[in-house]
């Protein structure tokens, strides 16, 4: 019961809120219901180089702690044997279609036209394939296989999941997609099948990246996170989630980051209201292992979905406010951080489906 009420608060707030704020502004309602999204209505501010700034500095001070731990770490680090698991047969397979859809995805055969656009699925079928595979070389088990079905919903749950941000994104048209010449119907279809590989690649990674004891060596016990005043502090956390949203159509060039923290911040304060554990839990005691692999895990991620994005047809491009430039493959460079906050948000909605059964393994 407690698991629909979050998702229904969440889901009324994401879905609401924005839409809200447009209606009260007076802002013409229809065209952030545009399906297939075509037009380009939101006049993204210029790139600024005090925004650049002071966005890169923000980010270094959140970073630069961690990987100093890491460097004075690696030394203490010491290898062990790891278990004799082959590399199993379907993770082969996975290798093998990662590089015939690559080929395909980045290259243009007059006899592969008809299918030119549909490359973006099969990419990430191999690449969870893969990356399974990866962790059974060196655990012996991994989530395709110790919870089959519950890592099959995983495609569905994710599929519905991104849909937000598509819906979000409407309000501040951070990116657009080329290359599509598809119907409603089509759109959807195909979309959807795109749109469900991500909370999968993004779990399967993470589980991958903790099968390395090196986290727990490093982050098990490192900078305690602690909060008077959870549930007061939750609550205003949650309202002041609220409020951003109902503005962000209003004022999209300032609060485009919105649509990508505001999702775990309203999570994860409706956990603490309600006395739950969350990802952000081990902070307390130091714990920052799972809160690193997961940011990392969509990191990792999102640098092959902009790599095989770059060169398909069918792809998405940007339109950050201030910092459009200095692109690594079609995102800005600062863009990446939005990856750290959406890995989080991927990791606590597939746990509430795995039922808190995403396992990590060491060497």
């Known amino acids: 019961m407690k698991g629909i009420l979050k998702f229904a608060v969440l889901a009324a707030m994401l879905l609401g809120l924005p839409l809200a704020g447009v209606l009260m502004a007076q802002l013409p309602a229809s065209r952030y219901f545009e399906f ?23 980010i270094v001070v959140a970073v630069a702690p961690f990987l100093l731990r890491a460097l004075r770490n690696r030394s203490q680090v010491r290898p062990k044997i790891l278990p004799a698991h ?25 006899w592969f036209s008809k299918w030119q656009a549909h490359t973006f699925t099969p990419l990430w079928i191999a690449y969870i394939l893969t990356v ?29 999941f991104w849909w937000f941000f598509e819906y979000l994104n409407r309000f501040a048209q951070n990116w657009s997609y080329t290359g599509i010449e598809f119907g409603r119907e089509e759109y959807f279809l195909f979309a959807t099948f795109s749109f469900s590989t991500v909370l999968p690649a993004i779990t399967g990674t993470r589980e991958w ?3 390395f004891s090196w986290w727990n060596r490093t982050y098990e016990h490192v900078y305690p996170v602690r909060i008077s005043f959870p549930r007061p502090f939750a609550a205003v956390v949650l309202i002041t989630s609220g409020a951003g949203l109902l503005l962000l159509g209003v004022y999209p060039n300032h609060l485009f980051a919105l649509l990508w923290i505001s999702p775990i911040l309203i999570l994860v304060s409706l956990q603490a209201l309600l006395k739950e554990i969350h990802i952000f839990s081990p902070l307390t005691d130091g714990d920052w292992r799972f809160v690193l692999t997961s ?69």
Request: charged fraction near 10%.
């Open 86 to 110: 082959p590399f199993p047969w379907w993770g082969w397979c996975g290798v093998l279609l990662g590089l015939v859809s690559w080929i395909l995805a980045w290259n243009r055969f007059p």
């Open 295 to 363: 940011a990392l895990a969509a990191l990792l991620c999102g640098v092959f979905w902009e790599m095989w994005n770059f060169y398909s047809l069918a792809k998405w491009v940007y339109h950050v406010p201030f910092v459009q430039r200095f692109q690594v493959f079609e995102m800005p460079v600062l863009g990446y951080a939005g990856y750290l906050p959406f890995g989080l948000e991927c990791i606590v909605v597939a746990e509430m489906i795995l039922k808190g059964k995403v396992m990590s393994h060491e060497d």
């Open 36 to 58: 297939p999204p075509r037009t380009l209505y939101t006049e993204h501010a210029p790139f600024s180089w005090f925004a650049f700034i002071s966005y890169s500095l923000f």
């Open 132 to 160: 399974n595979g990866l962790t059974y070389r060196r655990t012996g088990t991994c989530m395709l296989l110790r919870q089959p079905l519950s890592f099959l919903l995983l495609f569905p749950a994710s599929a519905g």
């Open 209 to 211: 990246l903790l099968s």
